[in-house]
């Protein structure tokens, strides 16, 4: 079995890592990749630091790895996520704000998020979306849609 990397850790290094670990005002994970740096360099195994610190010891590992190839910084940030996709164009959020605005269908006093979905996919705006994904995107751009009979009408800011 191949002994893992040591991490040796310079006075700096270990006053920085305390007072992360002291002070509590940094992301929980930061905390947690400190107080694993800390115990590494104390000798203590991958299995006790995972179990001191309620993690898995594939955290511990990585967490020595990202040290030991990039130093303090790497091994105290993680790197940036790429996130869920959007579900929405910008193209196709303006032609939903723009349905929106325009006049409802007949028989409806204003749109509804449902009556919205519906027609943007009759429309092929979409091929398929969930009314909360509309919602959503309602909320982001600001707008109400029951402030004006067309529909969506911005929403008005009182005079400060």
């Known amino acids: 079995m191949p002994k893992k990397p040591a991490v040796r850790l310079t006075s700096v290094q270990r006053r920085k890592l305390r007072a992360i670990v002291r002070t509590g005002r940094r992301k929980a994970r930061e905390i947690l990749y400190a107080h694993i740096l800390l115990k590494s360099a ?3 195994t991958d299995h006790h630091i995972a179990e001191a610190f309620e993690a898995t010891t ?3 590992q990585r967490t020595r790895l ?15 996520r790429s996130g869920q996709p959007l579900k929405l164009t910008r193209q196709q959020e303006t032609l939903l704000v723009v349905l929106a605005c325009s006049t409802p269908p007949a028989g409806h006093q204003r749109w509804t998020v449902r009556l919205l979905t519906a027609e943007a996919i009759k ?33 008005s800011r009182p005079n400060i």
């Open 58 to 60: 594939k955290t511990v």
């Open 123 to 155: 429309r092929e705006i979409v091929t398929e979306v969930s009314p909360e994904t509309i919602r959503q995107m309602l909320k982001k751009t600001n707008s109400n849609r029951g402030n004006s009979k067309a529909g969506a009408a911005a929403k």
């Open 66 to 80: 990202r040290y030991l190839a990039g130093g303090l910084a790497a091994a105290l940030q993680e790197r940036k």
């Open 42 to 44: 104390a000798g203590w």
